[in-house]
């Protein structure tokens, strides 16, 4: 699972990959006031978070974005035993 942000500038392409350890956060299924319809794609994880209703638009904080991305990104540990794998041998 991963998102992928691509983008061509001054004669070259720019990729950013996202991997993810979950599809959807918490607040996504949650009851109540803790609800927010948000299932972060690539734009959202490149940084513009998109609220499908307007709801969501209004009550999201700093801290429900970090919450989210803390949920659905793979952690550290995850993350370096990714890159141990595709680092070129010396």
């Known amino acids: 699972m991963m998102n992928v942000l691509a983008w061509y500038d001054a004669d070259k ?16 299924t949650a009851e109540g006031e803790d609800n927010i319809l948000i299932s972060p ?19 999201i904080t700093a801290e429900n974005v970090h919450t989210i991305l803390n949920e659905v990104c793979m952690d ?15």
């Not at 734009?43 to 978070?49: T, Y």
């Not at 540990?77 to 041998?89: C, F, G, S, T, Y």
Request: charged share 25%.
């Open 41 to 59: 794609a690539s734009v959202d994880m490149g940084g513009v978070f998109i609220t499908p209703l307007e709801k969501d638009f209004e009550k």
């Open 13 to 28: 392409w720019i990729v950013c990959i996202f991997p993810r350890s979950l599809h959807r956060p918490s607040c996504y």
């Open 76 to 90: 550290e540990v995850a993350l370096n035993k990714i890159a141990e794998h595709i680092k070129p041998a010396l």
